[in-house]
């Protein structure tokens, strides 16, 4: 009960939270038009539809009006050189009803917040807080919520640095609280700390649960599949398709899952997988973010195969490939599972006659159903080289305790029995430990094929 107070302490209202209100958006795309910050995979107006996407999740959000203002630095403190603002801010200020403003950059510092939301008279949002603000909206489970609490421990650090500068540049003096020898800023960071601490050690008892029913799946031997993606790339609704899973339900928006979730379903050789759903990736994602997602993110280290699901219908499909690819290698996974990564182009039904150019990518409509009895059949071929696990032939004496042994421990996928002399052919996926157990009880059966 001690736990649970303290846990929903930490989960208490966000100090950083927009509120429940409506917000009218104007978005300020900052395009880099030459030298090392231009991506060559990308344009201008496809990050502003990103960023419309971004901010269209989010309910009673609305998009005022969209700018793209040209700039060569967008990490300097005004983001914009010094004409470019100005015109930025007479614009601003002729906008009808705005609420907020969504600056396009990864991640502005609070000084430069401060500076802009003074110049502007309205919120300022960057892709950190805007994100940050849909995962706290699509948060359902303790995990998520906590993870979310965590990505904001950075934010609060640097609004706190603000704050002190700001309190002494207005009073001066002694910077000291009364008495106790801290300062205010040692004094709030020592709380943050602590916050901080409480909400590790806390995803850290989840990240051990979670462990412990993956070991119990592990005992059960059914083999893993991650499904990862670009955000809204279809993942759920293959995983749908997948497993006729009549209660899952996809939504078209950008982090509709944030939750590991996990869904059983069946190979074409009856062998059962779990298809795990993870969160999705987006473009400049930072890094804190990521971090603060990791324990999530821990349990694709552990499936067997990962399946990467391409919505090859996006301009920015390479864009998304190269994303999603980055955040991989950085989770630092082992070499096979990213060597054996099944590739999805999804969404085909939308492009006439599409053939995948990339070697390996299997061409499939999740919505439709094309092209999944290939991709079931691709996954099944990897999963038994990845485990270990064989398709056998066996032959066995209908008398004995066989049969019933090989429902138990394997699956088992065809009977044949020969009644002349009451044996059967049974034919079974099995795990190599159990195999190795099968032939040590019955040394005397025959196996027909491998």
């Not at 699509?138 to 706190?160: D, H």
């Not at 390479?318 to 994303?323: E, G, M, N, S, Y």
């Not at 061409?363 to 092209?371: D, E, F, P, T, W």
Request: a positive charge; charged letters at 25%; hydrophobic letters at 40%.
């Amino acid at each position: 009960d001690e736990d649970e107070a303290a846990l929903e302490e930490l989960l208490g209202p966000s100090p950083l939270a927009p509120g429940p209100g409506a917000q009218r958006v104007a978005i300020v795309h900052p395009a880099v038009k030459w030298g090392p910050r231009k991506s060559p995979l990308t344009t201008a107006d496809l990050q502003i539809a990103e960023a419309i996407a971004l901010v269209d999740t989010l309910q009673n959000w609305t998009v005022l009006d969209k700018i793209i203002i040209p700039t060569k630095n967008p990490n300097k403190k005004f983001v914009f050189g010094k004409g470019n603002f100005q015109l930025l801010t007479e614009k601003i200020k002729k906008l009808p009803h705005v609420t907020a403003i969504f600056l396009n950059v990864e991640r502005i510092s609070s000084l430069t917040k401060k500076e802009l939301e003074g110049a502007w008279g309205v919120k300022v949002f960057d892709r950190y807080t805007m994100v940050l603000h849909i995962f706290r909206c699509n948060a359902r489970t303790k995990e998520a919520k906590l993870q979310v609490a965590l990505a904001e421990i950075p934010l609060l650090r640097s609004n706190l640095k603000n704050e002190v500068s700001q309190r002494d540049q207005q009073r001066g003096g002694s910077r000291y609280i009364m008495g106790s020898g801290e300062t205010f800023l040692e004094t709030q960071n020592r709380i943050l700390k602590e916050r901080e601490l409480k909400i590790r050690n806390a995803l850290e008892k989840l990240r051990r649960k979670r462990a412990l029913l993956r070991t119990q799946r592990r005992k059960c031997e059914f083999p893993m599949v991650s499904v990862m993606g670009y955000t809204n790339c279809g993942k759920t609704t293959l995983i749908k398709a997948l497993t006729g899973e009549a209660g899952l339900q996809p939504r078209d928006q950008l982090f509709a899952t944030l939750d590991i979730t996990a869904h059983a379903g069946y190979l074409p050789s009856h062998m059962a997988v779990i298809y795990v759903d993870t969160i999705g990736f987006l473009t400049d994602l930072p890094h804190n973010l990521v971090e603060s997602f990791s324990a999530t993110l821990e349990e694709v280290a552990y499936s067997d195969l990962i399946v990467h699901v391409r919505d090859i219908t996006h301009p920015e499909t390479l864009l998304q490939k190269a994303t999603v690819l980055s955040v991989l290698r950085n989770l630092n996974l082992p070499s096979h599972l990213l060597d054996s990564m099944v590739e999805v182009h999804n969404k085909v039904d939308l492009i006439e006659r599409y053939k995948p150019t990339e070697e390996n990518a299997l061409a499939v409509s999740a919505l439709h159903g094309h092209g999944l009895e290939e991709l079931k059949q691709e996954i099944e071929k990897k999963i038994l080289t990845a485990t270990g696990k064989k398709i056998l032939t066996v032959n066995i004496n209908l008398e004995g305790p066989q049969l019933s042994w090989l429902y138990k421990e394997a699956t088992v996928q065809e009977v044949e029995v020969i009644p002349e002399d009451g044996t059967a052919r049974v034919k079974v996926v099995i795990g190599s430990s159990a195999f190795g157990r099968y032939k040590n009880l019955f040394p005397s059966s025959k196996i027909l094929m491998s």
